[in-house]
């Protein structure tokens, strides 16, 4: 290993180290948001992957619902509402998908905008 492999691994475990919460969630959302696109384009013999990445984008908005759920979250009280309705939808959404009665496009959406919020980019809305 050379010296500069290991410089960029030491500032690799660094940069992880000192993320921010905002920073963190972003890193989650965006990955599996990459996941559910990539096996859902990847087509139906992916489709194992496709679920493994939703049961994950729902893990991730059950966290997020619990988190806003409790009184000791510093959001506004309305977004806390805001994200608490997003992920009721979001597993909504995820079942029609998993029976093949809803479309993948909404969940993707949601997490674009999520992305975005947390990235402090202005949505045209």
Avoid: C
């Avoid at 690799?12 to 599996?32: D, H, M």
């Avoid at 997020?64 to 309305?78: S, W």
């Avoid at 993707?108 to 947390?118: D, Q, S, T, V």
């Amino acid at each position: 290993m050379n010296a500069q492999t290991q410089a960029l691994r030491a500032y690799a475990q660094n940069a992880r180290t000192t993320q921010t919460p905002r920073g963190t969630e972003y890193e989650l959302i965006a990955r599996v948001t990459h996941r559910i696109k990539a096996a859902a384009e990847a087509g139906p013999m992916q489709y194992p992957k496709l679920v493994e990445a939703l049961s994950d984008n729902q893990r991730l908005w059950t966290a997020l619902a619990v988190d806003v759920a409790d009184d000791r979250n510093q959001l506004p009280q309305e977004l806390r509402a805001r994200i608490f309705y997003l992920a009721e939808f979001v597993q909504l959404q995820t079942s029609k998908v998993l029976t093949r009665k809803g479309r993948i496009t909404p969940l993707l959406e949601i997490n674009a905008a999520i992305l975005k919020g947390l990235s402090g980019r202005r949505t045209n809305r």
